[in-house]
């Protein structure tokens, strides 16, 4: 006779992804250690199991925050919102210092993350899935310390996840990061441009040329201190929140291997997540094929 | 002037892979040792040139024989081997002990791999296309081994493939084996309940939540002993038997780098194989669209 | 405020990948030393940005030059040809010498190389999308160091880009390695023949066996010089100029890790590049999906 299993506890809490440290980076692909993850099967909102589900008009309400990264201000999410809008869900696409209508260069890491934390507790939202792309990666990080119990779960979109102390240029390759330091130097506001080769080639690579000078023309040069700054993530790792990682496969901003890149290098430090994946560059496919990305943030956000 | 080839018989005895040795492993990603492959091109059975191949019509008639995984049972195969059954193809899906109908956990692999050996003899089958998925290719290794004469190819779809003295607990990254542990110890009847966070990340991500609770619901604790087993593979890797591995990219169980994983890490080891890949996560996709899987299957069945 | 960014000239100088050296190795998956890449954004010579791109009546005219590889002739083209034409390019397909309606086995990698530039030369061309498949790509590494002010791009489809000194006989896994020098030894006239069961996993893996078998049946031994001879390729990497990958995900022609395999491992020594992905093994899907290859070459080819 077999015993009697209590499915809505399945027994995690034995479960070594609950270990309570984060010292030990070893299997960086694999499963690190990371806080434990109590949570049971969540209810089904709406619809039936007769249904087939995914179908617009049967998807789980959700609400979306999403954060842009470098390079980008929070147009970056219009086409991709409108297509989440469409299927029923909520969306916020915060702007934060430095980015969009705000000239100033003298930001740092936390006045991002803190703006973006008061704009979701002065907006009032909970149960949010909050997203971050590229750089945006980090600054979910620690908005997730900041506010962790109005977070549902945290999506990353090819974006960085950092260890403990890292900073976004320690997950540069040497050349690319003496590249980017050289070109803040000889910037005179602590900037750095995008030269256009390396954002046709890397973050564009998919898109005609057409729209790949439309969206280049419409790049700032990015502050540079939040980019080296050194973070301090013991508290993320002690969190206890669901996570999923998308992966877009044709992103040539990072080289995959070696010990760089988004998948498996990154997401395997989130310890248990959701992996989603879909064929699209580093930054055009949100631009051309909105729905698409909609519908893989759907993916990853849903419970 | 160039010499006449014997095309049917290329000299294949002279390639390495028909080295007789399995005792370098040094070369994991790539192409180890293997007992030699003297196959030549097989005949074309139906059709002729000049049609379109892959068509429903045009199928070569396999007769396939699947082996299901842990925490599942041959009921995992019900969607494939109807659409299968639908383009001519002849398939049995055997149930092995421990699973299915029969309640006992005081299963052994070697228990396991008699039983699905003894079906295909009782059966009369030869010739078989025998599939093997996750745990499941830990049994058609095994089986290979018994009954080589009745087998015309093996066909691993996201499988384990087990070094010789393996266990497939030893595929796993620690943190997975250290929960599998306690989750074994903390059990009544030496049984391992996955914790639904794990399932539902990593072995269903893909699905819905009405599909994952729907599937999640059927499974039965798995018997934990032959997980641990470390098997004696020797006469597996001195078979001369054809191999497929079919790669579902969006496989979430295993972290892919870093030594673990199943393409290119395990699917190195069959020496020459054929790659077929899909887009599919571990578990759900054979439910949602099994045509889809039923389709790799034929691909990496086929002559 | 900030400042006013010449987004023609964005600084690229300035980028590490002008660096002029090609000594430091150590970054293989990453971005090595490459020389400066100068280029700025290209005028839009044809079309609107209201329009949508891609489509057949809009693409951007293009010269390819396409390098076939081993145990292949120049028809391996012929439905990529055909589909780039109908698209309004100019397409030209150069046998080079041991391959074609040459039956000479007595050829080196530099007769190829020459071959193929005074190819170029004789038509006059210039602007050229120079693409190599497989060992291709080596020979369009030497092409380029000939006759390097008439090329606009270079594309790699699944194509070695070996580093300087070595030879393609050196990124082979070892026991691949030894048997194709078998098979050399064994060969009267210093050529190797591709046995079938490694033709048929490996190179032609996502076709049904008649296609396979057509494809075989063409295949000529292969002269086995050029395939061991060491390259001197210092030139190559002092060259300025565009560079594009297209990874066939399916191909099983070598392993993709451990040190081996197209992307990210030969890709990475391009420096700064662009990816291109699709579906496809190494040899067939370019027969049976010949609409597909011209598309990635085109994505990979145009400005």
């Given at each position: ?6 499915r809505?506890?399945?027994?995690v809490?034995?479960w ?63 086409g ?39 704009f ?36 990353f ?15 540069l ?42 969206l ?28 999923s ?11 995959q ?33 909105p729905g698409?990305?909609?519908?893989l ?7």
């Amino acid at each position: 006779m077999r015993p009697v299993i209590d499915r809505r506890w399945a027994p995690v809490r034995q479960w070594p992804y609950a270990a309570n440290n984060t010292a030990d980076w070893r299997w960086e692909y694999g499963y690190p250690t990371f806080p434990q993850l109590t949570w049971s099967p969540p209810p089904v909102v709406n619809g039936s199991a007769e249904k087939g589900e995914g179908t617009a008009d049967r998807q789980q309400p959700l609400t979306f925050v999403l954060v842009h990264g470098s390079w980008a201000d929070s147009s970056y999410w219009d086409g991709i919102a409108a297509e989440l809008r469409k299927t029923g869900h909520t969306v916020y696409a915060p702007e934060y210092p430095g980015h969009g209508s705000d000239p100033s260069n003298e930001v740092s890491h936390a006045m991002m993350t803190r703006s973006i934390a008061d704009f979701i507790v002065s907006k009032q939202l909970n149960d949010i899935v909050l997203v971050g792309h590229s750089f945006g990666g980090t600054l979910i990080q620690k908005t997730a310390e900041l506010i962790p119990e109005r977070i549902k779960r945290l999506v990353f979109l090819d974006a960085f996840v950092l260890k403990d102390g890292e900073s976004t240029a320690d997950e540069l390759p040497p050349a690319t990061r003496e590249g980017f330091e050289k070109l803040r130097q000889s910037s005179e506001h602590d900037t750095i441009m995008l030269p256009f080769p390396l954002f046709r080639e890397t973050f564009a690579n998919l898109a005609g040329l057409e729209v790949v000078r439309r969206l280049y023309d419409k790049i700032r040069p990015e502050p540079a201190k939040p980019l080296f700054e050194k973070l301090d993530l013991q508290a993320f790792y002690k969190l206890d929140l669901p996570k999923s990682y998308v992966y877009l496969t044709e992103d040539n901003v990072l080289p995959q291997g070696g010990g760089y890149g988004w998948h498996p290098h990154m997401s395997g430090r989130l310890g248990l997540f959701r992996l989603i994946k879909g064929h699209s560059d580093h930054m055009t496919t949100a631009r051309t094929e909105p729905g698409k990305i909609a519908g893989l943030l759907y993916a990853a956000g849903r419970d």
